[in-house]
């Protein structure tokens, strides 16, 4: 059975990642460190199982591979995927759920605090020299905002959100969860109209599909 990940070196750091049980399942399986889009439809030809993170599988290359049986998303979202012509040629397509929440967590957390405490400014005062010139005990040439008693608004609001949220409760920030994008509204949630004039921070954690597609925006970028 041949099987190729197309693009390994965007999910293993320098080899860092110990593909043995991948290969117990797949013997064949050919690991591409990088492959180029337009090199797709060769680099996957006779293969029964592509594995694949950030490239396009497109329905012409669903089309051209008739040995195709699965695709498998080493990421959440499908967007890159044609979906529909998978499913006209029986192809099924997996991806990761609850992927990698703690980094994501800790990565929108500390891009919270990049900005509010305006660490990238102060880092740039420090390495010029002008903090050790500073006449007073610290320098205050830039607002420094505290998350305490900010508002934090969530659009998605399973496993990366709801981790998130714990994550912004720790600091003392309080919380609005936003009702699915094209979804049904929920008990204690809001609307995004409704929610977005009220809130401090926006947090999204949803997938890119046709209801979501240009969620934040002018009005006029969603018609």
């Not at 399942?25 to 293969?47: F, I, K, N, S, Y």
């Amino acid at each position: 059975m041949r099987s190729v990940f197309l693009d390994y070196a965007t999910v293993s750091f320098n080899d860092d990642l110990d593909p043995s049980a991948l290969r117990r399942a797949m013997p064949d399986l050919e690991l591409r460190p990088h492959t180029a889009q337009d090199q797709v439809a060769v680099a996957v030809a006779g293969a029964e199982v592509v594995l694949v993170n950030k490239l396009r599988i497109t329905g012409e290359v669903i089309e051209r591979l008739p040995t195709l049986k699965l695709i498998a998303l080493a990421s959440t979202g499908t967007n890159n995927i044609d979906l529909d012509a998978a499913r006209e040629r029986g192809v099924a397509v997996c991806n990761l759920r609850d992927y990698c929440t703690a980094s994501v967590v800790q990565h929108v957390m500390g891009t919270l605090l990049l900005l509010t405490h305006k660490l990238r400014e102060y880092d740039a005062l420090v390495r010029s020299g002008a903090w050790q010139r500073g006449e007073r005990f610290c320098l205050l040439e830039y607002p420094i905002r505290e998350l305490t008693g900010r508002k934090l608004g969530i659009v998605g609001y399973g496993a990366l959100g709801k981790g998130v949220a714990r994550a912004a409760q720790a600091f003392g920030m309080d919380l609005l969860v936003a009702n699915r994008p094209g979804g049904p509204p929920v008990a204690g949630r809001h609307d995004l109209e409704d929610l977005l004039p009220q809130v401090d921070v926006l947090s999204l954690h949803c997938p890119l599909t046709p209801a979501t597609q240009g969620l934040i925006g002018a009005p006029s970028s969603r018609a």
